[in-house]
């Protein structure tokens, strides 16, 4: 830190001189001197000083959600069980191999995190070379606000942690990783320190999964209003828990996805971008209401700092504008069956085959994947989620407005 009480002192002796300089010539030949090595060391402390400004930090983040965050949660909880586990997922990253990411490569969790110069997260339960200094990620595919799942028979690890859940695991985690601080077992600093989680930044992306095919289609008010109370009470846990800054991702325009633009009631079921109509006022209820609960939490939290991340603008911003972001398909899936306008069957979903009439039908893979939007029915493509994550990263999309990279600052 630059010590301001030298810099005044400095200042005092150079007033001084310059004042017996202006009476005697000799002195001012040794004022002329010591000017150029005074501005010498001046520009050492002036390169020291920006360099401080300019060091990197860390925030650690925090995550919690659904298949947009997941990178193997259900897949270190229950192995063999995710359509993400097996081909073509992870295509494009990760030597090619499936991860039970939902993507052909990254999510946007992993984008955020280089983008910050941060490792590529760990799941919460996987615990075989796991890092967890630059925080953890809860985040369970399939996952609802509300406490409900979609297992019913084991076959399946969709929605196998619920928000509620998920806050429990970094409620147990962060009093497990204070205990090994205080003891000093954490030898290998792979754990955040005390100070690490107050100062880290707290992610949710939740509420798409609680609406599904049935809700899309009707506007649930006493649904949409659990949902939201489910969030808040997220919202409110973490914040008793210590948290300060949380990012809440509103839902994405779910009526213009391959999977819900295929359906049809009508002539009158589109928007003026063509999705449909019924799914997008669902979507837009819970965005709105979002945004009311986080302005009241901010009135009511003091010190916290809740923000939404409008998923919904950025997937608008590139159906409307896909050149601007290196797009050519934005309604059609890469990874599908059936060709046509969506290359969707909800029979065979990306990484699925079946037989039918006597035929082996699998679903294909499209060529040219950094031009498509969605990678399957209802998740970006990797090159889609960097720029998600980028508009994170540089503050876009922001209500109100926050600027992560801030916070990787020194404050002087």
Not at 11 to 40: E, T
Not at 191 to 213: K, Q, S
Not at 218 to 233: K, T, Y
Not at 257 to 264: G, K, L, N
Request: net charge negative.
């Amino acid at each position: 830190m630059y010590d301001l009480q030298v810099t005044s002192k400095r200042l005092q002796v150079f007033s001084r001189w310059v004042v017996m300089g202006q009476s005697n010539p000799i002195i001012a030949l040794w004022q002329a001197a010591l000017l150029g090595v005074w501005g010498m060391v001046a520009a050492v402390e002036g390169r020291e000083l920006w360099s401080q400004r300019m060091k990197p930090c860390s925030p650690p983040l925090f995550v919690f959600g659904a298949s947009y965050m997941d990178v193997g949660e259900n897949a270190a909880a229950m192995p063999f069980r995710e359509g993400s586990e097996r081909e073509p997922y992870g295509l494009d990253y990760f030597d090619g191999k499936p991860t039970g990411r939902y993507s052909n490569g990254r999510v946007i969790t992993d984008h955020i995190s280089q983008g910050l110069g941060q490792d590529i997260m760990s799941p919460y339960l996987r615990d075989v070379g796991t890092g967890f200094r630059n925080g953890v990620n809860f985040a369970s595919s399939g996952s609802t606000a509300r406490n409900s799942s979609f297992i019913f028979d084991g076959s399946s690890s969709g929605g196998l942690f619920s928000l509620s859940i998920q806050v429990d695991q970094f409620r147990v985690f962060h009093k497990q990783a204070l205990k090994m601080y205080q003891l000093k077992k954490d030898t290998a600093g792979r754990l955040p320190a005390p100070e690490d989680f107050p100062r880290g930044v707290y992610i949710i992306e939740t509420g798409n999964n609680d609406y599904n095919w049935l809700h899309l289609d009707q506007n649930d008010e006493a649904l949409i209003s659990s949902v939201l109370e489910h969030i808040e009470h997220a919202i409110q846990t973490l914040y008793l828990d210590g948290a300060r800054t949380i990012v809440v991702f509103d839902i994405f325009p779910r009526g213009c996805y391959p999977d819900q633009m295929s359906r049809t009631n009508g002539p009158d079921d589109r928007t003026e971008d063509g999705c449909y109509l019924p799914a997008m006022k669902v979507i837009e209820t819970h965005n709105a209401g979002l945004r009311e609960m986080v302005g009241r939490l901010n009135d009511q939290l003091p010190g916290a700092n809740v923000i939404v991340f409008s998923l919904f603008d950025m997937f608008m911003s590139a159906i409307r504008n896909p050149l601007k972001f290196g797009l050519k398909y934005t309604h059609k899936s890469c990874c599908g069956y059936g060709g046509g306008e969506y290359n969707f069957d909800l029979y065979i979903k990306c990484s699925e085959e079946r037989i039918i009439d006597g035929e082996l039908r699998k679903a294909n893979v499209c060529e040219n994947r950094s031009e498509y939007m969605m990678w399957d029915a209802i998740h970006p493509t990797d090159a889609f989620t960097f720029h998600i994550a980028q508009a994170f990263l540089h503050g876009r999309h922001m209500e109100p407005p926050f600027f992560i990279k801030e916070m990787c600052w020194l404050q002087l």
